[in-house]
């Protein structure tokens, strides 16, 4: 009972290691015609590299999700911590027809980009070894049988001995 708390426990925190940290974001906006400005200050290591996105949500409606097309500036893939950045999100007519209303926020998030860990490769490598392993074990059986030789049609395998 307690080996499977245990494995349990050690999965939990190895999942949890794996999940990208969210940062600290003030997001302000501001509309033109036809482009709002989107202002964010993200709060983190100014030589981490970041992957950062913006949503437009509406206040009243937790449905309500507008993800910006043509967007520009600041955002995607790019080193934007402790500094002022802008997004600038050019609308097309769909977009501003769905605009009814003033309870509008932007949700901007920034995922770090971490480097490629070499352990993916090592449990991928052991997995091919593993498997390997087992082939070579399952199909490599004593194939030395006895077969009692008849007609050219039929070759029959030798029974076993009584015991």
């Not at 993200?42 to 996105?53: I, S």
């Not at 500036?73 to 500094?83: H, I, M």
């Not at 609308?91 to 027809?97: F, H, L």
């Not at 860990?117 to 082939?135: E, H």
């Amino acid at each position: 009972m307690k080996i499977s708390y245990s494995l349990t426990l050690i999965s939990f925190m190895l999942l949890c290691s794996l999940l990208p940290a969210q940062e600290k974001i003030d997001v302000s906006f501001e509309a033109g015609e036809d482009k709002i400005f989107i202002s964010y200050f993200l709060y983190g290591d100014e030589n981490k590299t970041y992957d950062v996105n913006t949503v437009l949500r509406k206040s009243d409606d937790p449905s309500f999700k507008i993800i910006p097309k043509n967007v520009s500036g600041d955002v995607g893939e790019g080193k934007f911590a402790n500094r002022n950045c802008t997004i600038v999100w050019n609308m097309n007519e769909d977009e501003i027809a769905r605009l009814e209303g003033v309870d509008f926020y932007f949700e901007v998030t920034a995922d770090e980009i971490k480097e490629k860990s070499s352990w993916y490769w090592y449990l991928l490598g052991a997995a091919a070894l593993g498997g390997g392993t087992a082939a070579y074990l399952l199909l490599s059986k004593d194939k030395s049988t006895p077969i009692i030789e008849g007609p050219a049609s039929e070759n029959v395998a030798v029974p076993p001995g009584r015991p």
